[in-house]
Nanobody, 127 residues
């Protein structure tokens, strides 16, 4: 069964850093792109980043570009989201997901191409 498990969330001060992990089970990162989404309290879910299944190319929305870095370790079946210079508006539940190669990272900002979702990990940025 295909599963994704996030970890690494927690409480961090503004300007601090946090690294999230997404470990996948039942499929390889060579076959699925891995986007990250977040959902702030009372808000909708928004895509923030994605890593290509084809070549590991990263994608970022303007909200996180320059602060977040997405990487993958194929041998460990794990994708990482390094989050630096965190801001209070980064607070929310972060979800990783999987998108098949035919879509790769296309539409990662809207979630329309997602095949599988993780259950999320909470990130709180506060003094």
């Amino acid at each position: 069964q295909e599963q994704l498990v996030e970890s690494g969330g927690g409480l961090v001060q503004p300007g601090g850093s946090l690294r999230l992990s997404c470990t996948v089970f039942g499929f390889t990162l060579d076959d699925y792109a891995i986007p990250w989404f977040r959902q702030a309290p009372g808000e909708g879910r928004e895509g923030v980043s994605c890593i290509s299944s084809r070549d590991g190319s990263p994608y970022y929305t303007d909200a996180v570009k320059g602060r977040f870095t997405i990487t993958r370790d194929i041998a460990k079946n794990t994708v990482y989201l390094q989050m630096n210079d965190l801001k209070p508006e980064d607070t929310g539940v972060y979800y990783c997901a999987a998108q098949r190669r035919r879509y790769d990272c296309a539409q990662y900002t809207n979630g329309r191409a997602v095949d599988y979702w993780g259950k999320g990990t909470l990130v709180t940025v506060s003094s």
